[in-house]
């Protein structure tokens, strides 16, 4: 009996070691995610003055009500424009990659032609390559169609064959009975309707996954539109913050204020719509 006690004494002090570790790891995840952000805000309230002094990041401003900094950023920075040109790559982004890869994953799946293994395996190759060993050649392609400077040059970059969006649309079709396409053939449907009528409305899981992460990772992007954009009036919501950054320093109480400009319709969508991220990568997962 002593010797049970014992061992139950031991596991239940490991038990609450493990628990104290756990929720040590996530305060420390917290701290390494909400510092910068807090980082960000504090000094988007500060001024000028604030700022050259020397104070401390985490230093906090004199006036918590000055948002001049905002107003500044807003209009110097052009942000309703940039708005406009982002919403506009993204619309034709999103669409894309969604058409694209759904009808390429409902390829793979459902018909069987030569080399398919080499046609997953070259994607995946793919990926492994670094985009920017690629970047002088793909520069040229795009100028060459004349698209340089144009808000089309980076949604054709960003619609090419998306490997992750793939996958994830073929978890989804993968767990669609084939049975469904068995029974629309015999009432007459071609492939096409087959796709249209029965896949894609399955997929909206799948969809709403591919949209959030497609969506996030566009709207954050700075290297493409950076350097297929260059003028102000082609920029976007992420490249308009570099205005304010000068061959003699950057006035960070202004790109401070920008930032939490763009991050805000992230983290409110994001809000609203995490639910979705979630459940689509549980049930890929799963099926």
């Known amino acids: ?4 006690a014992a061992s139950r004494e031991r596991g239940r ?3 609450r070691i493990g628990i104290a570790l756990t929720y040590v790891s996530l305060v420390v995840a917290s701290l390494v995610v909400l510092v910068p952000l807090l980082v960000v805000f504090l000094t988007s309230l500060k001024s000028y003055g604030e700022i050259s002094d020397g104070r401390q990041a985490l230093s906090l401003p004199d006036d918590w009500l000055n948002f001049s900094n905002y107003t500044t ?3 110097d920075g052009h942000m309703l424009t940039a708005f ?3 919403a506009f790559i993204l619309l034709f982004s999103i669409t894309g990659t969604v058409i694209i890869g759904s009808m390429t994953a409902y390829a793979i799946d459902r018909f069987d032609f030569r080399f398919k293994s080499l046609v997953m395996a070259l994607f995946l190759i793919a990926t492994l390559v670094p985009g920017v060993t690629t970047q002088v050649a793909t520069f040229q392609v795009v100028n060459s169609f004349g698209l340089f400077d144009t808000r089309w040059a980076p ?3 960003y619609m090419g064959t998306d490997i992750v969006s793939i996958y994830i649309f073929l978890q989804f079709i993968r767990g669609i009975p084939k049975s469904l396409d068995e029974a629309a053939r015999l009432d007459g449907a ?3 309707t ?3 009528r029965i896949i894609f409305p399955l997929l909206k899981p799948a969809t709403a996954t591919v949209v959030i992460i497609k969506g996030i990772t566009t709207y954050n992007d700075f290297y493409i539109p ?3 954009m260059p003028s102000e009036e082609m920029g976007t919501m992420s490249t308009a913050l570099f205005r304010f950054k000068g061959p003699f320093g950057a006035h960070w109480e202004y790109i401070s204020a920008g930032t939490v400009l763009v991050i805000v319709p992230t983290l409110v969508i994001f809000l609203f719509l995490q639910r979705y991220i979630y459940n689509g990568f549980a049930q890929g997962a799963t099926k």
Do not use: E
């Open 1 to 4: 009996m002593t010797i049970t």
């Open 13 to 15: 002090r490991s038990l």
């Open 73 to 75: 950023a807003f209009n």
């Open 84 to 86: 406009g040109n982002t």
């Open 155 to 157: 949604i054709l970059l």
């Open 190 to 192: 071609n492939s096409f």
């Open 194 to 196: 087959i796709y249209r």
């Open 226 to 228: 950076f350097l297929y």
